[in-house]
């Protein structure tokens, strides 16, 4: 039914403590990937990075209208941006006064592109057909195309704005508002196209 259906998607979607802890140390993963320029810490960076259950909670709670529900999975979103963003910045200050053309994955990643956005709407889809399928089991692998769309631009920001790097930050910045943007509308049409309609004039509103 409708409410089983919602009730298994909200405990899915409920960020848990421990999730914070693993955050941290994705985080400085991505700090780590940003000074040596590596691919692999990158990877390895998202990889470790908890599922990202704060972005499903922003698409189903904009989805049926709950603003409780938003601003709960907001803050959960909020605290990984910030810590992959002060690890950013910690990173920028340690390379702070280096030639930009030595960070070419900051470069990319911090520009909106047309293969990014493909990656993302893919993960945003898959992430919470995944979900509903088997809502006892978090798709993490999958979740980490979400991952890599949104906590490591936000590393960039912070990186870019520390660093000295020209126009980086801000870019980055714009970057991350178009993906988080761009992954909640995924979302609530998935869930909409799954069965889960808007409740109320306050989920079309949203």
């Known amino acids: 039914s409708r409410v089983q259906f919602l009730d298994q ?3 899915q979607a409920t960020p848990a403590l421990t999730d914070a802890v693993v955050m941290l140390i994705s985080a400085i993963m991505a700090g780590i990937a940003l000074v040596t320029d590596s691919p692999a810490f990158f990877i390895f960076a998202i990889l470790m990075a908890p599922f990202m259950s704060p972005m499903v909670g922003l698409a189903l709670g904009t989805l049926v209208g709950s603003w409780r529900f938003i601003l709960q999975s907001l803050v959960g979103l909020l605290v990984s941006l910030l810590l992959f963003f002060g690890c950013g910045a910690i990173a920028g200050w340690i390379v702070d006064g280096a030639s930009p053309s030595q960070f070419f994955m900051a470069h990319h990643l911090a520009f909106v592109s047309v293969a990014d956005l493909l990656l993302l709407t893919f993960g945003a889809i898959f992430t919470i057909q995944r979900l509903a399928k088997t809502p006892e089991q978090k798709p993490r692998l999958i979740s980490a195309a979400l991952a890599y ?5 936000a590393a960039v920001a912070g990186f870019g704005f520390t660093s000295g790097i020209e126009g980086l930050g801000s870019s980055a910045l714009i970057t991350l508002l178009v993906h988080v943007s761009w992954a909640i509308l ?9 069965g889960l309609r808007p409740n109320g004039w306050e989920g079309y509103a949203m």
């Open 149 to 153: 769309e949104l906590l490591l631009p």
């Open 9 to 11: 998607l909200t405990r």
């Open 186 to 194: 995924i979302g609530a049409i998935t869930l909409a196209v799954l």
